[in-house]
């Protein structure tokens, strides 16, 4: 009995020991999780896959490293490497998530297409066999070469690079890449050849100087004329499904003109694409066809036509013989809560205007929700967007009088446009926004180019100075106008001609926090045609795997693509015949 009655005595002082023991292992697991699920975001990916960083084109990067006192201390990386060969119109972008670690792509005007170590500077990948960019031969303009101008785009879901290139040839032609991102390799099917697409396009008047959009599985494309408005060129969107490059589809300004000519391209809701045209010639009153107006494009891309899916000014056809573009800055899209109608997109003018528009009705041709002068021409830049604690704010550069604005929409009823700073600055960059949390420590950044040649950056409620441009090792060359650069990890990147410069702040690298997003808006029903298939290219070139060379690449004699010709209607209303507009100056 006794030693039956210490058995049970045992087994009980067992299971009481049991019973502490597993609310230790619980508690020790949830700290574990606890602590697990704090790491979770450092190791989370960080990515620029698009110019100004997010389809709103707002330019808005979070993250917590940028506090104006790291910002202040900004210096450059001289140990990063950054060495490429070309001219660079594009904003870079940063990749992580492939086997080769995180990585900085940049295209250039010489058609080569570069992925960095994002660390080092070295080369992961390059590509400089798209084929010879264009030195001569075009009707007008003032970049030379004309290559890869506009920003390119990347889809993380099949990691693809996506990019338009120029090549030179017997005709001249726009090609529409995709590559791999991970390696540099061109993907079956592409590239697309736009003059053979079936659209009716013409490569040879048009120029790719916006950035690409990639919305919902289609990849679009805007493009605008050359410098001195010569030929027929038009306004184009041109779409490329990217899980099936022979099916395209394209929009075009009725009348010639009306270039999509901002450096940020194409915006998004997340379901409608937006664009701002220029000026369109042999127009009557009376008569729009597609110049100095907020477009609203449907997928594919289509256009309904109806005065809820565009917006042009009572008097956009005295801007059209003013050659005073309503598409003087790319369309950025903004929220400010409170303000009706709060849903809106801006359109920075040549006429020196600013105006905002109800993204959700246009209006056709009418007044817009509100309209401010604000004292400046804008030509071809980004603007930028943010909102702190005390209020939404819009900047940009104006042109003529050297100096980066800040204006505040207030939420009101209609809103208002006022004044809240402004700074002199030598330079022509486009600019871009930092905050640590979405909302506080705005700092807006933006590069001396073709100026002084530095970084600068500025309090977002206040103007005041940030970051001054640092010392000789700041100074940096080879700056183009409209460019901007773009944040990832603690980290500034500014991709200029033959070299990418690398910023970063002191105290470590920490993750931004994901960036929001605008809400999308809704779409009118409207018929959608059916898209244009497009022949496949039969040359898709080989990747290089060599080494950067500080040599000028001699491309391959034959790399233009070619694609047997075909006979479609165009997805666009017919153009009226009308006369060739003599050049302008």
Not at 93 to 120: D, H, Q, R
Not at 164 to 192: E, M, Q, R
Not at 336 to 358: E, F, H, I, M, R
Not at 501 to 513: C, E
């Amino acid at each position: 009995m006794l030693d039956s009655n210490a058995a049970r005595c045992s087994r009980r002082s067992a299971v009481s020991h049991r019973k502490p023991m597993k609310r230790l292992i619980f508690f020790s697991s949830l700290i574990i999780i606890l602590l697990w699920t704090a790491v979770l975001p450092t190791n989370a990916q960080v990515n620029v896959t698009q110019e100004h960083n997010n389809l709103s084109r707002d330019g808005l990067y979070i993250d917590s490293a940028f506090t104006p006192s790291n910002a202040a201390n900004l210096t450059r990386d001289t140990n990063f490497s950054g060495t490429i060969v070309g001219n660079v119109h594009a904003q870079p972008l940063y990749i992580e998530g492939g086997p080769n670690g995180p990585m900085v792509i940049v295209a250039t005007a010489s058609n080569n297409v570069y992925a960095l170590n994002a660390t080092t500077g070295t080369v992961i990948w390059q590509r400089t066999d798209i084929g010879p960019a264009v030195t001569s031969g075009l009707p007008c303009g003032n970049i030379n070469p004309v290559g890869i101008i506009g920003t390119p785009v990347v889809d993380l879901a099949s990691r693809s690079l996506f990019f338009d290139a120029l090549i030179s040839g017997n005709p001249i032609k726009h090609f529409i890449y995709s590559l791999n991102v991970d390696t540099g390799a061109t993907h079956a099917g592409w590239p697309v050849d736009v003059n053979n697409a079936g659209l009716g396009f013409t490569s040879l008047a048009q120029e790719d100087r916006g950035a690409m959009a990639l919305v919902n599985g289609i990849v679009y494309v805007p493009y605008s004329g050359y410098a001195g408005d010569c030929g027929d060129y038009h306004g184009w969107v041109v779409g490329v499904h990217i899980d099936n490059p022979s099916v395209v589809g394209g929009w075009a300004t009725d009348a010639t003109g009306g270039g999509i000519w901002g450096h940020s391209g194409v915006a998004s809701d997340g379901t409608n694409m937006f664009v701002i045209t220029g000026n369109t010639f042999n127009t009557s009153p009376g008569n729009w066809m597609g110049g100095e107006a907020i477009v609203r494009l449907q997928a594919g891309p289509t256009f309904t036509g109806n005065p809820t899916d565009f917006w042009a000014p009572a008097n956009w056809h005295d801007l059209d013989v003013g050659d005073t573009d309503l598409g003087g800055c790319s369309a950025i899209l903004i929220d400010v809560p409170g303000a009706t109608p709060s849903q809106l997109v801006l359109a920075l003018g040549k006429d020196g205007n600013a105006y905002l528009v109800n993204r959700n009705n246009l209006g056709g041709v009418a007044g817009p929700v509100i309209s401010a002068g604000v004292d400046g021409t804008m030509r071809g830049q980004s603007s930028a967007t943010y909102t702190t604690a005390q209020g939404t704010y819009f900047v940009f550069r104006a042109e003529d009088s050297n100096q980066i604005k800040g204006y505040k929409i207030t939420p009101a009823n209609p809103p208002t446009i006022t004044f809240a700073w402004n700074v002199s600055q030598n330079g022509k960059g486009s600019p871009w926004v930092t905050t640590t949390d979405g909302t506080n420590n705005a700092i807006v950044w933006v590069v001396g180019a073709q100026g002084d040649n530095r970084l600068h950056g500025y309090d977002g409620d206040t103007g005041n100075v940030v970051f001054a441009g640092g010392g000789n090792n700041e100074l940096m060359t080879g700056t183009r106008k409209w460019n901007s650069g773009m944040v990832a990890r603690g980290s500034i990147y500014v991709a200029n001609d033959n070299k990418v410069y690398k910023f970063n702040v002191s105290g470590g690298t920490p993750t931004p926090t994901p960036t929001p997003t605008v809400t999308p808006t809704a779409t009118p029903v409207s018929p959608t045609p059916t898209p244009t298939a497009t022949p496949i290219p039969t040359v898709t070139p080989t990747p290089t795997a060599t080494p950067i060379s500080t040599a000028t690449p001699t491309p391959s004699p034959s790399m233009t693509p070619t694609a047997t010709p075909r006979v479609t209607p165009r997805p666009h209303p017919t153009r009226r015949p009308r006369p060739t507009p003599p050049p302008r100056p």
